[in-house]
């Protein structure tokens, strides 16, 4: 397994994720969590959202059928979200949201927390009373945000005293926007349109994961694009070029987004035994720049 510095700190972590958001669907969740470990993948992304907290009862409850200790892994989880009826990042919820999600996962402190969606409404003074609270009590290690641009994480670090270490964004052959702008700089077409303020850049440049959810997904929950009819030229060049890498179109597609030189994380969201598998051997693939390039292009993206 390919491992990674997150962020700017010396936390070594996988660079696959196994994203918990199905788990309550698994009908055999601590196997789930023993092959994602036994395959190298020693980080776990929760939301207090998923399946209505569910899913981090699940986890925890799975976890104690193991023979895996809670200093092994790295456990994240995010807050922020109250499902169809606002956002909030209010001192109060970020605080009581965290402490409900450690009652659930039965555990005394995550290993990061991140800001999930934006919150219009939010006041930078109140999350950095929630974190400095949050990393006093020993209850969060680390923090970082969900799906926000440049200008939303500067505000936030005009307060915030500790690193925003990881951004959570979707990326993936089917959701290159972050790419395509930079490609297209300079250009009237549509994929020169800046969506998200250079965040790839910006990511860079300050050293922030960006951790790459729903990475197999086409469209806005449309689906998945391995496999699909809909896409038979990418479909064409994942078969023939894991046939090339001894791997297969899953495996390419986690490939694909680990290339980067930005240094991502990809959150594999199965719940499948022999996809976790894959998706981890593949962390260890080494693509040509070529091959990078002919992706790309068969999922349908021009080259200026």
Known sequence: MKKIRLGTSDQLVSSVILGCMRLNGSEQPEKVIETAFENGINFFDHADIYGGGDCETIFAQALAKTSLKRDELFIQTKCGIVPGKMFDFSKKHIIQSVEDSLRRLDMEYVDALLLHRPDTLVE???????????????????????????????????????????????????????????????M???????????????????????????????????????????????NQSLNELAEKYQTTPTGLASAWILRHPANMQVIAGTMNLTRIEEIAKASMIDMTREDWYALYRAAGNILP
Do not use: C
């Open 124 to 186: 930078p003074e109140e999350v950095a009373e929630a974190f400095d609270e949050l990393e006093q009590s020993g209850k969060v290690r680390f923090f970082g945000v969900s799906n926000q641009k440049p200008m939303q994480i500067e505000l936030l670090k005009k307060y915030v005293k500790q690193p925003l270490l990881a951004n959570q964004l979707q990326f993936g052959l089917k959701h290159s926007e972050m790419i395509d702008q930079g490609i297209h700089v300079n």
């Open 188 to 234: 009237t077409d549509q994929a020169s349109i800046d969506h998200d303020g250079s965040i790839l850049d910006y990511s860079r440049l300050h050293e922030m994961t960006i951790q790459a959810w729903s990475p197999y997904q086409y469209g806005f929950f449309e689906g998945v694009f391995i496999g699909n009819e809909k896409f038979p030229e990418l």
